[in-house]
């Protein structure tokens, strides 16, 4: 329950068509951090999942499988939070755009062997970029911070609209919310720091929290100015965004706005107002 309430949705239609049932994993709200009963209560529950996983696939959990899945899991995510911090470089050998599409494994394939070694590949890829000036885009002249998910749909068009007026979205918090709990995964107790991981994430935290987190980002990769997309498909990213643009923008010294659109579903989208509201956020700019 850590995630947009788009998914929830679609898993419950899954589990209608196809005449099964749909398991939810709780995971407590964090104001500030989790609380032993908290993680005690989301460990036992993924605890629970192992008989549930048994009598699917009709056979006992592999003890050994399950710790080299878990190890792999947290080399993944960190090999991908390596990929990521390649982008404070300058310029940036990137975009947000690309990591977008580049997040597929670790989102899909994480645990696996597969994974890591995709990652390591990027990351080296990533690294001659960097080595020889090569960026994202032709010519950076801004660095930008994108928080919550992309418009999957509009992603060629934003892309070419900031990157032909030298606007380069270096990093985005969406993406980075894939690395930021890594090194909370353990072996030496698997479900109690599973359940560590799980709960920390951006979506399952304060706004202070996702006020901290974006000042850091902002900081930390250079970034000019913030690009908020307020996601009706994902409520729990979205709230709190009107107040997370004044303070950042306060806290950091940047530029920021607040764009409306839906990161699935395109009716939501209208080209004039989004045009329009990002053509005036980037003539602010000197």
């Known amino acids: 329950t850590n995630i947009c309430q788009t998914v929830l949705f679609w898993y419950r239609a899954l589990g209608m068509y196809?005449?099964?049932p749909v398991v939810l994993v709780d995971t407590p709200f964090l104001y500030g951090e989790a609380r032993p009963h908290q993680l005690e209560y989301i460990a036992d529950q993924l605890k629970s999942l192992v008989d549930i996983a048994a009598g699917v696939a009709r056979k006992k959990l592999d003890e050994e499988a399950f710790i080299n899945a878990l190890l792999?899991?947290?080399?993944?995510?960190?090999l991908w939070g390596e990929c990521l911090a390649t982008s404070k470089a300058r310029p940036a050998p990137w975009s947000a755009f690309d990591q977008f599409i580049h997040m597929a494994p670790i989102v899909a394939m994480r645990g696996t062997e597969e994974c890591n070694?995709?990652?390591?590949?990027?990351?080296?890829?990533?690294?001659?970029?960097?080595?020889?000036?090569?960026?994202?885009?032709?010519?950076?002249?801004y660095?930008?911070?994108?928080?919550?998910?992309?418009?999957?749909?509009k992603m060629r068009g934003l892309a070419s609209t900031?990157?032909?007026?030298?606007?380069?979205?270096?990093?985005?918090?969406?993406?980075?919310?894939?690395?930021?709990t890594a090194e909370l995964i353990s072996e030496t107790d698997p479900f109690f720091a599973l359940a560590q991981a799980y709960s920390?994430?951006?979506l399952n935290r304060s706004l202070p929290n996702r006020l901290r987190v974006m000042s850091t980002m902002v900081r930390e990769y250079s970034c000019d100015g913030v690009v908020l997309h307020s996601n009706r498909s994902c409520k729990s990213y979205s709230m709190g965004q009107v107040d997370l643009k004044d303070r950042v923008s306060k806290e950091c010294g940047v530029r920021a706005v607040l764009m409306e659109a839906d990161h699935i579903d395109s009716r939501s989208w209208a080209d004039g107002p989004v045009e329009t509201r990002l053509s005036a956020f980037m003539e602010s700019f000197p």
């Open 18 to 20: 196809f005449k099964v």
């Open 72 to 78: 792999n899991a947290r080399e993944g995510a960190i």
């Open 117 to 141: 070694a995709y990652y390591r590949m990027l990351l080296d890829e990533l690294k001659d970029r960097v080595s020889r000036g090569i960026g994202g885009i032709a010519n950076e002249k």
């Open 143 to 153: 660095r930008l911070l994108w928080d919550n998910l992309p418009v999957w749909y």
């Open 162 to 180: 900031f990157a032909q007026r030298g606007f380069h979205l270096v990093i985005a918090t969406y993406t980075n919310a894939w690395a930021e």
């Open 200 to 202: 920390h994430i951006i």
